[in-house]
């Protein structure tokens, strides 16, 4: 069964820090998302990384991915408060003829608070 | 603003009660996708359809159901609701009936409470 552990839940960070979220997941899987959460609303999507190695950055949030560790991580430079929020980051099964399903397996969620 | 549409917004019931939700897909996606958030469960992949047809199911209760009509928009229908379904549930759409690149967009959610 394929799982997804996020670390840390419940970080509270201040404003100016950098910080780093872990995602570990069970199985082989070339695609790992992330997702931002703003209460009560939709998710809005981060990043998708989708090979070994691969590194995108926007702004001040910058995702990586290591799937021989099968670990991503989701880091944060200078933290504002703006950047509240829940953070998730899913899996999916890679079809061995390329794509994927679309059948997102979510981590429970970081929910990051960033106090000034 | 995702494109991915989603009605009603807010669902209040009682146990026992039958409801359905409605999600439009972007215009030109296939596929639609349902996830259930809850507070127990975290989010978790329902059903998926494409162009009409069920292509894949995750952890969705007998109680419920979803289709997926000509064009293209979907329901999810909960009936024999029990406490336990309050969550906020969301549609996804996808162009293909694969992700080639990892496009999914999700709606803002139908936040269903059953009291």
Not at chain 2, 82 to 102: K, T
Request: hydrophobic fraction near 35%.
């Amino acid at each position: 069964e394929l799982k997804v552990e996020q670390n840390p839940l419940f970080p509270s960070m201040q404003e100016g820090k950098n910080y780093t979220i872990y995602c570990n997941y069970s199985t082989t899987s070339d695609r790992l998302y992330w997702y931002r959460q703003d209460p009560g609303k939709s998710l809005e999507s981060l990043f998708v990384l989708l090979s070994n190695g691969a590194v995108k950055q926007e702004g001040r949030l910058m995702a990586s991915l290591d799937t021989k560790a099968r670990l991503s991580t989701l880091h944060i430079t200078a933290a504002v408060h703006d950047l509240s929020a829940t953070y998730f980051c899913a899996v999916d099964r890679v079809l061995n003829y390329g794509g994927s399903q679309g059948n997102l397996i979510f981590g429970k969620g970081t929910k990051l608070s960033v106090k000034p | 603003d995702s494109g991915v549409t989603q009605t009603p917004k807010h669902l209040i019931t009682a146990t026992g009660q039958r409801v359905t939700l409605r999600c439009s897909p972007r215009s030109g996606d296939l596929s639609v996708y349902w996830y259930q958030q809850s507070l127990d469960q975290g989010l978790q992949f329902l059903i998926q359809y494409y162009n009409g047809e069920e292509r894949a199911k995750g952890n969705i209760l007998e109680r419920f159901s979803a289709q997926q009509f000509p064009d293209l928009h979907s329901e999810l229908n909960l009936s024999s609701l029990e406490l336990g379904d309050s969550a906020l549930y969301f549609c996804a759409s996808s162009v293909g009936i694969r992700l080639l690149h990892g496009e999914l967009f999700f709606g803002e959610g139908s936040r269903l409470t059953v009291l």
